[in-house]
């Protein structure tokens, strides 16, 4: 079955009790025990939700996983991915990190003993240089935030396999869609399905996918022993956003690819970030592991006073934390996503003040394209 069948038919799109063609939202918190030798297959809704449990089937299904866990966040997901490490451990993270990722490592995992080693992960030998006896987990992204570069997973994940390390991926910026990091040999993927995930800007949630029943088993004992779980509701709301992931990232995707080739043109651009640009250093990498080169790309303008021209000076372009939802969003990394690392951390990833990042949504391009000429040129 292709990909895009399997969006919409994969075992979990018809509810089992009723026939329904939409999981129903079962909002509620327990569920009536009939014979207490034989525990039911759902008990209590933290532990699981025939909902919830609905959107992570499709998750596990999507992403080539055997199993995935819907979280409360984001956030709650990798820290619950984090959580795997005891004290004393040690993890290598890319250094270009989500800023919410970086603060958890630095200001909360930290108090639990976890070591912590950020590293340039676009070079593997860097990687292998930061290796230590107590190393136990690689913890990437790619393409990064907000300079989209682009670490080889199966590189990585053959490394890691050598030494005993798991390895996590941050696969928010590309959807199962457009990549899937378990095939390459990963053993936990997780998203942001705030993101593209939902796709609407309407929702909050995190999903973790993996492969290996053993460690399902550990992510599912802190999800339940955490709790952040997700709500019925929100579930509803990614299962309902899954079913056009396809047609809104092909139409997303060709916007960014459009942008990203056209922005050069202008004098208030310095630089353009997508990894869909021949010119970008890990695009032939990229090609290799992924299906599609996402719908978010940078620019770096000539100078501060260009970026905050075109943020103060945007009428369709929303300017907002976040990204990958229908309305494409403007945003200011210094200063939003990555405003939790120290000014000294940020100069030295690049992260300049005349960065903007752009989630490309679904309006006509072109007219995108004149919003941020106009507002550069008011
Ligand atoms: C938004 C985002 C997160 C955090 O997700 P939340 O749903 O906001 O908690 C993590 N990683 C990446 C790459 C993100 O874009």
Redesign the pocket.
Known sequence: MKYATKILHNGNEVDKYTGALNIPIYQTSTFRQIDVDNPPEFDYSRSGNPTRAALENTMAILEGGTNAYAFS????A?SSVLSLLKPKEHIIASQDL?G??YRALTRHFANYNIEYTFVDTTNISKIEEAIKPNTRMLYL?TPS?PLLKITDLKICAELAKRHNIITAV?N??MSPYLQRPLELGIDISIH????FIGGHSDV???IVVVKDTNLAKKIYFIQNTLGAVLNPQDSWLLLRGLKTLKVRMDAEVEGAKFLASNLLKYDFVKKVYYPGLEEHEGYKIHKNQAYGPGAVLSIETKDVEAAKKIMNGVKLLLVAV??GGVESILSYPAKM?HASLPRNEKEKLGIKDSLLRISVGLEDPEDIMADIFNAANS
């Open positions: 966040s984001g956030m709650a990798i989500y919410g990722t992204e935030n941050d928010t910026f942001s399905a705030t993101k909050i949630g995190g976040s990204l996503s």
